[in-house]
């Protein structure tokens, strides 16, 4: 049995967000997850950090529905206020920060962000969180001979910086998700969780992709159909789940369901289920 908490990404229920935020908290928490990361993608329009409730009100409901934030994605902006986004997610009782996406143009472009990452990562350490660095497949294209991924991992300070792992794109950028565990070593502090369909064809989007990745090309290389609930496709998750027990590094194993062709709450209910079956297996 492994015993790693078990959270969700709150962009897999964005729809219905959208339509009924506090409501559709209340259905997460019933479904059984207890820890949410949110995702506040809209500071990559202008750069403000602007959110719907205070984090007093939106801690304050949370705990009444028995629900904890563990990170928050903050989408990267030149100027972003990060003063602005610690406060928020320490007053909302979040553990971290995670930087969920970004477009390299160039190995120098890694090596720059690598910078900022460190600069950043100390203001969180420094008011008692954590910063993370979030992959999708386009982070393993080669500059230079070298994965970005590789790039930022030896540019980023491990005091600072640490890395959630997003196994399903990792698989989609031609590599191993345990493989690249292993290379993560204690700097994996958390895994991003769902399952890869047999139909998803070439399973390395690398291969279909190249030259200069923004988010166009990114975006546009893969199916809806590619995503499927945990358990019910061809990722080998039992062993995923059993190196993060290994590494001891990993604090929260957090489902994500990019996107999905059934109703959001019974995609992430069906994933839930399902992974708990194979931490109790594993």
């Known amino acids: 049995m492994i015993n790693i908490p078990v959270g969700l990404q709150l962009f897999s229920v964005r729809e219905a967000l959208a339509k009924d935020h506090l409501g559709t908290l209340e259905k ?38 028995g629900l904890r934030v563990v990170t928050s994605h903050v989408a990267h902006h030149p100027n972003l206020d990060w003063n602005e986004v610690i406060r ?9 920060v995670v930087i969920p996406i970004y477009f390299f143009k160039s190995r120098q472009d890694a090596i720059e962000l690598a910078k900022w ?35 930022l991992l030896e ?34 502090g958390l895994l991003h969780q769902k399952d890869l369909s047999a139909t998803a064809h070439p399973v390395n989007l690398l291969e ?31 062993s995923i789940l059993r190196k993060a027990q290994e590494l001891g590094s990993v604090k929260y194993i957090i489902v994500e369901q990019d996107v999905t062709v059934k109703d959001e709450l019974v995609s992430v209910k069906e994933s839930f289920d399902n992974i708990q079956k194979l931490l109790m297996q594993s």
């Open 208 to 238: 279909k992709v190249s030259g200069e990745l923004d988010a166009d090309k990114v975006f546009s290389a893969f199916n809806k159909e590619d995503f499927v609930e945990i358990g019910t496709g061809i990722m080998d998750i039992p």
């Open 28 to 65: 997460v928490a019933q479904i059984g997850y207890k820890n949410v990361e949110f995702a506040f993608h809209n500071t990559s329009s202008d750069g403000r950090f602007e959110v719907e409730y205070t984090a007093k009100d939106l801690k304050k409901s949370m705990d009444t529905m």
């Open 117 to 151: 990452l460190n600069t950043s990562g100390k203001k969180c350490k420094d008011s008692g969180i954590q910063l993370y660095f979030h992959n999708h497949y386009h982070e393993f294209q080669r500059f230079e001979g070298q994965s970005i991924m590789d790039t």
């Open 155 to 188: 540019n980023t300070d491990p005091e600072y910086v640490s890395f959630e792992l997003d196994t399903f794109w990792a698989q989609r950028g031609g590599v191993d998700p345990v493989a690249y565990m292993e290379k993560l070593g204690n700097r994996c």
């Open 88 to 96: 928020y997610n320490v007053e909302l009782g979040s553990e971290g």
